[in-house]
């Protein structure tokens, strides 16, 4: 078997256009655009391409583009104060507090601070206490970006086993409980689990999310599962280049020998994130504004 590639940067473009259309309706209706402020702390050189491609997009979408950028030295209480300002500016829908954050900040007692009416990037407890439960409130938006992949490619999930490798709050918690109310049998796996290996060629459904280049082979996989690869991994690079090769957590390779679908790195999951994060921000400012989200978002 071949598995077909999932192309993540494809319909991700494809959100972004729905997004951007309806960003402009809603302008339209409510005489203002939807606004997202992105705050970046320091000097880090990956944020700062993180930070200028979210402004980018937040703009071609149709929506507001706040950015704020304070120095590494930055004190909590003035990180706090800039965040209740936006947590009260009307023309604010999301905020996004960039991370990581400097060491001497603590990234917890941000998030808390952040209004979770305007936490588009679903990281405050109560956004995931929401999840948890099942009430409507903003989901991470690299699972939810997976969700849509695996909806899109597979229709009903129910029934199917999905297992999930790595246990963050940012992408494997909010994917488990995701794949859990679409009725999959969902299994969180580790760098504890024992025979990983085992445990993954059960999966209907991996997801994986753990930081180890190319770590799942074809050995490890069901004939047939769908594969969905968070992983983002510069190997060190090879002779006389400057840069190492991006792979995933999944040797692409090998892995669509077995597979019946997966996820190109790059090109598959990661486009989606800032994709989902438009989606997210609009929606709340649907909320915000008393309106009700268009269901195609
Ligand atoms: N740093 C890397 N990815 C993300 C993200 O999705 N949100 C935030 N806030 N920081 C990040």
Redesign the pocket.
């Known amino acids: 078997m071949t598995a077909t590639r999932i192309d993540g940067k494809a319909f991700a473009a494809r959100l972004r256009e729905r997004v951007g259309e309806h960003a402009a309706s809603f302008e339209k209706a409510t005489a203002r655009k939807a606004g997202l402020a992105v705050v970046l702390v320091g000097e880090d050189a990956a944020s700062q391409v993180?930070v200028g491609a979210k402004g980018k997009a937040t703009l071609a979408a149709n929506m507001a583009s706040f950015e704020h950028r304070l120095p590494s030295d930055a004190t909590s209480e003035a990180l706090m104060t800039l965040v209740q300002q936006l947590n009260e500016d009307d023309s604010v829908d999301g905020i996004?507090?960039?991370?990581p954050l400097p060491d001497h900040l603590d990234e917890q007692s941000i998030i808390a601070a952040i209004s979770p009416d305007k936490d588009v990037?679903g990281f405050h407890v109560i956004n995931a206490g929401r999840l948890s439960v099942g009430q409507a409130g903003f989901v991470p938006?690299?699972p939810l970006g997976c969700m849509m992949l695996l909806t899109d490619r597979l229709g009903d999930l129910s029934g199917l086993e999905a297992v999930v490798i790595g246990r963050s709050n940012i992408v494997g918690k909010p994917m488990a409980q995701l794949l859990l109310d679409a009725n999959a049998t969902v299994t969180i796996a580790h760098s504890r689990t024992k025979d990983l290996a085992a445990v993954v060629r059960r999966a209907d459904i991996v997801v994986a999310a753990v930081g180890r280049p190319q770590m799942i082979g074809k050995d490890w996989l069901k004939d047939g599962a769908t594969v969905i690869d968070v992983g983002i991994n510069r190997l060190p690079p090879e002779p006389g280049k400057e840069k190492g090769k991006l792979v995933g957590d999944v040797a692409f390779d090998e892995a669509s020998e077995v597979a019946a679908a997966i996820t190109p790195v790059p090109g598959g999951v990661g486009p989606m994130?800032i994709a989902v994060l438009l989606r997210n921000t609009l929606v709340a400012a649907h909320r915000n504004a008393g309106l009700e989200a268009p269901a195609d978002l």
């Open positions: 993180y996004l507090v960039q991370l990037d938006c690299t994130t």
